[in-house]
């Protein structure tokens, strides 16, 4: 049973909460734009939605990375990690990613991308809306699959 | 008496007033009545144990009973009472 | 460098000039940063008898040291320049993610000086400043301004910018960030549409840096936990916002009806949160960095008000509603995005809409006056049209958007404004809430409720308790309120995180940010210095102890109905112990000694 970041966008209220814990969890410093996690927002819709890395199990940046400093976590399960050390900054990772979750940052000449705080993921602590989870993969859609199935029960209590 | 529910006492209640004839002469048993009536919701946002929950608001004609003997303020018929949880500012 | 910047941007729009300065430490240690630091600078470079339209006065935008850090509900700034609606020290508060990006573009405060030879915006990226052509965008609503600036910038830029109504140098015109939140009182945009300036577009990959991490996640974490036990700061303003006070006021009869004609609206409910909640929200929003997400995302479905943004706030269905006499929700919604989208002052418009309402029905003023629209208390569409009017600067409209003091005055009234130093006063009756009364009449930007909020205490039950009706008391509630709120509006924390936490905690998170040591006492009496140095301001502008007043109306014209019926306002008994608990002469003007104890000379 392992878990995964499971994101809420009808949840987040834009307040980019989870921005700030990443940085300052791998930065130490509040610098947002390098986040591992970006929220963004449409203000016309007033509509925010938190992106970062899904960890796919077949990842397109593993299977692009030359060296094999983007791979599977052997000791974390759902977890794709990035080893600087064998990395040579050829940025392939992040044109394979389709989500753009993949960034290369210049400042600090690093790839970032979402590692959960190694299982502890700040964002989480410090989303003051319940729009990002860390929850069993088991469970993780549980709520928003019953949530649905409770307007079924309600439809259908009122005709039978 | 017309009791006035405001803010989330309102989805406690399943209304937003109720009309009390011959209320108790003090605040605390009517608030038993009420509670008695609407359950356990209610009864947690108006009592804290035996005291007035702190974070509610209750006015009697306009005035914070607060400084009318809280559980004891004295209550009349053509009174109207509100009830609001401590909910904004701003 | 620790929670700010060091750096401060100034721009001369006259000579197209850019200038790069250091923060004087010293300044942003005794002043924070926002309020305190932004009224410094007027105070120190400008001369008082300035112009407030013309090119020098000087236009600051400014975030706090909290700003840009995940401090709770903290990422504040404020736009400080002389008012030009009252010659104050104008100092408007706004969220959204404005101000924030200020400091990671690198700036504890933004200068704008000069006027522009035609319209302008400013394009920020860091350290590169640009001053670019806005011909196609001047006359644009604030919405489109935001897109359309993105366009030139970037898609990511944050925008502060004026719509219409500071074009035509509107008093009551705003500046408006991320469409929806607004610096917005005393007339700030029309300082910036009398510069030329269109907007202002920001863009940061820098940082906040902080002075002691782990002493500053924990003193971040408590103060979090108890703003999300706080029954206003954890659930309540997230569930109703801040409309849900329409019923409290109303219920404690002190909901200013009919340009304060009266203080209870029997029909309050259908415009208050409740409705709000039911009838119109999609869903809550938050500003940068907030956990308290009080913003109200609102649709209105009715064809005649059709329309979709955020608000209304509690002052907003105020003044659109009770004080104009109107309970129709959709129609006050639609002119809260109204003023959003023209850039105007939604109390003060209100306010002066309810005014020429109680000229009209006088007789004072006819529909000759008013372009043919019958002006009447509770008639929803002309309050509407009203807006829109004022928004364009046309017709009668164009003097509603001057405000209802000159309104008043033009037509022989000036009793009839609801001013306090010719700001219109927000949505407690002073009548019913003596405390409130005090604040409105002492308050250095004229009548206004977030600067000295006593409601909290006075009808919130906010932490303690004291009786609204009376007086005993108040002044030093008062004092107490103006000083913390001076120091916190300096600070970039946002009012509502004093739903859960006090000054002991703004002081603890600001010294583990800073490594500055801040105790209670010395962050209260930043405040006060705050305090201080805008009243010295506004006696060099000719206030006078005379001006620390309420309009007549609140001081003999008893309450006619509801709750607080019979009740006027006795400023006379707490104003005297006011100015003596302010170390203030008895004409309210600071002693040398208080002065001196303030470091203000």
Request: aromatic share 8%.
């Amino acid at each position: 049973m392992a878990k995964v970041l499971m994101i809420h966008p009808d949840k987040c209220t834009g307040c980019r909460n989870c921005e700030l814990a990443c940085s300052f969890e791998h930065e130490g410093q509040f610098r947002p734009s390098a986040a591992r996690v970006q929220a963004y927002t449409w203000e016309r819709e007033g509509m925010s939605v938190p992106m970062m890395c899904q960890q796919c199990d077949d990842a397109a940046c593993v299977t692009v990375c030359p060296t094999g400093a983007m791979h599977r976590s052997n000791t974390m399960a759902n977890l794709v990690d990035w080893d600087a050390a064998t990395c040579i900054r050829c940025k392939m990772c992040t044109i394979a990613c389709p989500f753009g979750n993949a960034r290369y940052d210049a400042a600090s000449s690093s790839i970032f991308k979402c590692d959960t705080c190694q299982g502890a993921p700040e964002c989480v602590t410090f989303c003051p809306s319940g729009a990002l989870e860390f929850i069993d993969d088991e469970q993780h859609v549980r709520s928003r699959k019953k949530a649905y199935a409770a307007k079924f029960k309600d439809a259908f209590q009122e005709v039978s | 008496m017309i009791v006035k529910y405001f803010a989330t006492i309102r989805t406690y209640t399943g209304e937003n007033e109720r009309r009390v004839d011959d209320p108790p002469a003090t605040l605390g048993p009517l608030l038993e009545t009420l509670a008695a009536r609407y359950g356990t919701l209610f009864r947690r946002a108006v009592f804290a144990g035996d005291e007035l929950n702190p974070e509610i608001i209750i006015l009697v004609n306009g005035r914070n009973v607060l400084y009318s003997g809280r559980l004891e303020a004295s209550l009349a018929a053509g009174d109207e009472v509100s009830i609001f949880p401590m909910v904004a500012g701003g | 460098m620790y929670g700010w910047t060091g750096t401060i941007l100034r721009i001369d729009l006259t000579k197209g000039r850019v200038k790069r300065e250091s923060t004087d430490m010293k300044t942003a240690h005794d002043y924070l940063g926002a309020r305190g630091l932004g009224g410094k600078i007027i105070i120190d470079e400008l001369d008082p008898k300035t112009d407030a339209l013309s090119p020098d006065n000087k236009l600051i935008f400014a975030p706090g040291p909290f700003t840009g850090t995940f401090a709770p509900s903290a990422g504040r700034y404020e736009v400080i320049t002389k008012g030009p609606l009252n010659n104050v020290i104008a100092c408007s508060n706004s969220g959204g993610a404005f101000g924030p990006e200020l400091k990671y573009a690198g700036y504890d405060a933004l200068v704008i000086e000069g006027k522009a030879a035609k319209p302008t915006y400013l394009w920020i990226s860091d350290d590169k400043v640009e001053i670019r052509d806005a011909a196609a965008i001047w006359g644009h609503d604030t919405p489109d301004t935001t897109d359309l600036v993105r366009a030139e910038t970037d898609e990511e830029a944050k925008v502060a910018c004026i719509g219409p109504a500071g074009e035509h140098l509107s008093l009551l015109a705003n500046i408006m960030n991320e469409m929806h939140r607004a610096a917005g009182r005393t007339g700030v945009g029309a300082v910036m549409g009398a510069k030329n300036l269109k907007a202002i577009a920001v863009y940061g990959t820098g940082s906040v840096q902080v002075a002691d991490p782990d002493r500053f996640r924990a003193a971040v974490m408590n103060a979090r936990k108890l703003i999300q036990a706080h029954p206003v700061g954890g659930t309540g303003l997230k569930a109703y916002g801040t409309n849900v006070l329409v019923n409290i006021l109303n219920q404690t009869g002190a909901l200013p009806t009919r340009n304060f004609q009266d203080g209870y609206f029997p029909t309050a409910d259908k415009i208050g949160g409740e409705s709000l909640a039911a009838k119109q929200l999609v869903r809550p929003k938050g500003c940068f960095s907030c956990i308290i997400s009080c913003g109200r995302v609102s649709k209105v479905d009715n064809p005649d008000y059709k329309g979709f943004g955020e608000g209304p706030e509690y002052e907003t269905a105020w003044s659109f509603g009770a004080d104009c006499g109107i309970d129709d929700l959709d129609a006050i919604t639609k002119a809260n995005f109204l003023c959003n989208e023209y850039g105007m002052d939604t109390i003060s418009l209100g306010s002066t809409i309810a005014c020429a309402m109680e000229l009209f029905e006088m007789g004072v003023i006819t529909a000759k006056d008013t372009d043919g629209v019958q002006l009447t208390f509770g008639n929803t569409a002309a309050m509407v049209e009203m807006v829109r009017k004022a928004g364009e600067g046309e017709g009668f409209g164009a003097k509603l958007a001057q405000g209802s003091y000159r309104l008043a005055e033009s037509y022989g009234h000036p009793e009839l404004s609801m001013t306090c130093k010719k700001q219109e006063m927000p949505a407690y009756d002073p009548r019913g809430v003596q405390g409130i009364g005090l604040n409105y009449a002492t308050g250095n930007r004229g009548g206004c409720h977030v600067r000295g909020y006593t409601i909290a205490i006075e009808v919130l039950q906010n932490g303690a308790v004291m009786d609204p009706r009376v007086t005993e008391g108040k002044a030093g509630l008062d004092i107490l309120f103006q000083n913390l709120t001076a120091a916190l509006d300096s600070s970039g924390a946002c009012l509502f995180s004093t739903f859960g936490i006090g000054g002991g905690e703004l002081a603890e998170m600001l010294s583990a940010l800073t490594g500055v040591e801040y105790s209670l006492e010395e962050f209260l009496k930043i405040g006060e210095r705050i305090w201080n140095q805008e009243r010295l301001w506004n006696l060099k502008q000719g206030y006078t102890t005379a001006d620390d007043t309420l309009p007549d109306r609140l001081l003999h014209d008893p309450i006619k109905t509801g709750p607080a019926k019979g009740e006027v306002n006795h400023l006379d008994r707490m104003l005297p112990e006011y100015y003596s608990l302010r170390g203030w002469d008895d004409v309210g003007v600071p002693t040398k000694a208080k002065l001196k104890e303030l470091a203000l000379n």
